[in-house]
Nanobody
Framework: EVQLVESGGGLVQPGGSLRLSCAASGSTFSSYAMRWVRQAPGKGLEWVSDISNGGGTTRYTDSVKSRFTISRDNAKNTLYLKMNSLKPEDTAVYYC?????????????WGKGTVVTVSP
């Protein structure tokens, strides 16, 4: 069974940085695209970023472009999200999610999330 476990969330001041990690197990990690999705308090799910299985293609929602960087280490079965210049509107639960195939193949497994709070 696939398991995705996020870590790295916390409380950070505006302008600060965090790096989220997602440890994957139970599948051939390097075979699948991966993505980060967030949910702000009282709001719906928002796609943040995704990365192809080999890491050569990445995509970002407009609000995080130039601030967030998605990456993966297939040897360590780990997905990352480096977040810089954080804003209060980045406050959310961040979920790691797996695609059953490529970037456009949807999502079949989710982690339980890690909380990011951006506040003075």
């Amino acid at each position: 069974e696939v398991q995705l476990v996020e870590s790295g969330g916390g409380l950070v001041q505006p302008g600060g940085s965090l790096r989220l990690s997602c440890a994957a197990s139970g599948s051939t990690f390097s075979s699948y695209a991966m993505r980060w999705v967030r949910q702000a308090p009282g709001k719906g799910l928002e796609w943040v970023s995704d990365i192809s299985n080999g890491g050569g293609t990445t995509r970002y929602t407009d609000s995080v472009k130039s601030r967030f960087t998605i990456s993966r280490d297939n040897a360590k079965n780990t997905l990352y999200l480096k977040m810089n210049s954080l804003k209060p509107e980045d406050t959310a639960v961040y979920y790691c999610a797996k695609s059953p195939g490529g970037l456009y193949s949807g999502t079949d497994y989710w982690g339980k999330g890690t909380v990011v709070t951006v506040s003075p």
